[in-house]
C-alpha cells in the first residue's frame, strides 16, 4: 500500500510505500476510494493537538471498499462500500460510552489523529465502525458527509430548535449544513471573513438568506449560531448575534483562544457550548437522511500524492466547499 505520511508536526506529508497490512479480529480493511480533507487535518499537521502519535497517517473522511475482512465480523461482506469517520474505536466501558455519549469516550482512537487513516490505498479499521453506505451517490461527493456533514449535523441537533440559524466560516462543513437546515425549513446566515465577497456569493448560490463578513451584526437576531472556523475571536461576536437565549456551538476541535468579552454578551441565559466528535448513531441518523435531504457537495479532487497542495489550498481557502483526495 501507499500513505501520505506525517513523520513530524510542522513537515510536510511523505509519500511513503508500506506493508500490505492485515485486519486483526473486528477488524476489516478498507480499500480507499476517496478521503475528504478537514481543518482538523490541519491541526494534526500543525501540532494543535494534545498527544499526536507519530508518525501518523491522516484523513478521516474515508469512502472505501472493503477488501478483507477479520475474525468475528459480521453483518459486512468483501466489496461492500462503506465510510470510516474521525471516531474509530471506543473502549465500551468508561461511563461515557455506556451513557450514550461514546463520543466523550475516556480511551477513544480516531482516524487520522491516533489510529492511521484514509490518506492511502488502504487502510484497517475496527468493523463496528464503519458505515455501510449503500451504492447510491458518487464516492467523492459522499466523502466530505463523513466528518464536515456528521459534525455539522451534530452540532445543528445540538443548536436546537433555531429557526434564524448562524454560520460562523463557510467552508466544508457549513456549505453542507445550509443545506440541511434549508431542507428543514430553517434560514441561514452566513458568515464570512470580512471582505470575502466569492464566499458571500457562494453562500447565496446556497440559499443563505443573507452573507456577510463576521464583524457585521445580521439584519435580525440569530436563535443559534454555529461557529466553524477556528478562530475564538468570533465567540463574543456570535453571542452578540444571538438573541435572548440563544445558543453558540463551538463545532471546532481546535480554536484560537477566546478573548475576554462583557458578561452582558452572555447574559439573559445565552449559552455557549463546544461540539465534540460524534457518536455512531449521529452518523446512522444523518446518513439514512442524507439522500432525502438533496445535499449536493462542492468538491475539488487531487490526486493522493497532492495531499500536501490540497491541505496548503484549504489553509489558503482557494475553493470552495471540500477538498477530496483520490488514490
Ligand atoms: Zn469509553
Ligand atoms: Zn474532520
Not at 90 to 111: A, H, I, K, M, Y
Not at 264 to 274: A, D, N, P, T
Amino acid at each position: 500500500m501507499h500513505a501520505m505520511v506525517l513523520k513530524t508536526p510542522g513537515t510536510a506529508l511523505e509519500w511513503t510505500e508500506l506493508p500490505d497490512r492485515h485486519p486483526g479480529p473486528g477488524e476489516i480493511r478498507v480499500k480507499v476510494v476517496a478521503c475528504g480533507v478537514c481543518r482538523t487535518d490541519l491541526h494534526v499537521l500543525d501540532g494543535e493537538l494534545p498527544e499526536p502519535r507519530m508518525p501518523i497517517i491522516p484523513g478521516h473522511e474515508i469512502v472505501g471498499r472493503i477488501d478483507a475482512i477479520g475474525a468475528g465480523v459480521e453483518g459486512l461482506h468483501p466489496g461492500q462500500r462503506v465510510g470510516l469517520p474521525w471516531l474509530a474505536h471506543t473502549c465500551g466501558v468508561c461511563r461515557f460510552c455506556t451513557s450514550g455519549q461514546e463520543n466523550l469516550c475516556d480511551r477513544p482512537l480516531f482516524n487520522g489523529y491516533t489510529r492511521d487513516g484514509g490518506f492511502a490505498t488502504a487502510t484497517i479499521a475496527d468493523a463496528r465502525f464503519a458505515f455501510p453506505l449503500g451504492e447510491a451517490g458518487d464516492d467523492v461527493a459522499l466523502a466530505p458527509l463523513l466528518c464536515a456533514g456528521l459534525i455539522g449535523y451534530r452540532s445543528l441537533v445540538i443548536a436546537g430548535e433555531a429557526r434564524n440559524l448562524g454560520l460562523y466560516g463557510f467552508g466544508a462543513a457549513a456549505h453542507i449544513l445550509a443545506q440541511v437546515a434549508k431542507w428543514q425549513g430553517r434560514s441561514v446566515f452566513a458568515f464570512t471573513r470580512p471582505g470575502d465577497v466569492a464566499g458571500q456569493d457562494f453562500a447565496r448560490g446556497l440559499d443563505a438568506v443573507w452573507a456577510g463578513g463576521s464583524d457585521v451584526m445580521p439584519p435580525e437576531p440569530l436563535d443559534a449560531a454555529i461557529i466553524f472556523a477556528a478562530v475564538g475571536a468570533l465567540v463574543p461576536l456570535a453571542l452578540r448575534a444571538v438573541r435572548k437565549g440563544g445558543r453558540v456551538v463551538c463545532a471546532g476541535i481546535h480554536m484560537s483562544d477566546i478573548p475576554s468579552f462583557p458578561y452582558r454578551l452572555l447574559w439573559e441565559e445565552r449559552q455557549l457550548v463546544s461540539v465534540a466528535n460524534l457518536t455512531r448513531r449521529d452518523g446512522i441518523e444523518f446518513l439514512a437522511q442524507a439522500p432525502k435531504m438533496g445535499i449536493v457537495t462542492k468538491t475539488t479532487r487531487y490526486r493522493l500524492d497532492q495531499a500536501n497542495a490540497a491541505l496548503a489550498d484549504l489553509r489558503a481557502g482557494r475553493f470552495e466547499g471540500a477538498a477530496v483526495l483520490v488514490p
